[in-house]
Antibody
Framework: QVQLQESGPGLVKPSGTLSLTCAVS?????????WTWVRQPPGKGLQWIGE???????NYNPSLKSRVTISVDKSKNQFSLKLSSVTAADTAVYYC??????????WGQGTLVAVSS | EILLTQSPGTLSLSPGERATLSCRAS???????LAWYQQKAGQAPRLLIY???TRATGIPDRFSGSRSGTDFTLTISRLEPEDFAVYYC???????????FGGGTKVEIK
């Protein structure tokens, strides 16, 4: 059973870059999943950010595409999210997840990132 | 972009009652690409149903999913105390590839 754990700074300054890592355990990142990021602003619904496959292929939410980079590090069995030019609207709980059969089967516990000076 | 509209926004029911949650797509969605999640306060979402009607691993059979045209339904046959939560539907679009979520339905204790 794959397990996911997000890590990264809990506070980012406006105009800065949000950087998070998702550590994968219980399975190899070379498993046939798309590795995914989803976020949830406080008190609001879920928003898909994007996904990466083990060969480096990516798909991004069109509304975030210009600011997002998702990458995979097979040597460390982890994948990462970078979101640039952040504003207060990017304050959210960020989840990493696995995508297979067009749905998100495994989720990390989530990490809250606040954007504030 | 396909939009998903969930109704009602809030459902007030008692334990033991039947819950019927709706998710309407703005255009035709292949059943393969429709999923349902449960989210409890302070927790990550949990996959309940994928492919519109297939229960995910470990999900009790009181949860079921169905489809009628562009309307998808999640039914909880008899509510258990642990079922009171927020439920989201999700669809996967192929062109371009992206996931979108409905706004959620909160099932609360009456």
């Amino acid at each position: 059973q794959v397990q996911l754990q997000e890590s990264g700074p809990g506070l980012v300054k406006p105009s800065g870059t949000l950087s998070l890592t998702c550590a994968v355990s219980g399975d190899s990142i070379s498993t046939n999943y798309w590795w995914t990021w989803v976020r949830q602003p406080p008190g609001k619904g879920l928003q898909w950010i994007g996904e990466v496959y083990l060969d480096g292929s990516t798909n991004y939410n069109p509304s975030l595409k210009s600011r997002v980079t998702i990458s995979v590090d097979k040597s460390k069995n982890q994948f990462s999210l970078k979101l640039s030019s952040v504003t207060a609207a990017d304050t959210a709980v960020y989840y990493c997840a696995t995508s297979t059969y067009y749905s998100l089967h495994h989720w990390g516990q989530g990490t809250l990132v606040a954007v504030s000076s | 972009e396909i939009l998903l509209t969930q109704s009602p926004g809030t459902l007030s029911l008692s334990p033991g009652e039947r819950a019927t949650l709706s998710c309407r797509a703005s255009q035709s969605v292949d059943s393969t690409y429709l999923a349902w999640y449960q989210q409890k306060a302070g927790q990550a979402p949990r996959l309940l149903i994928y492919g519109a009607s297939t229960r995910a691993t470990g999900i009790p059979d009181r949860f079921s999913g169905s489809r009628s045209g562009t309307d998808f339904t999640l039914t909880i046959s008899r509510l258990e105390p642990e079922d009171f939560a927020v439920y989201y539907c999700q669809q996967y679009g192929r062109s371009p590839p992206e996931f979108t979520f409905g706004g959620g339905t909160k099932v609360e204790i009456k």
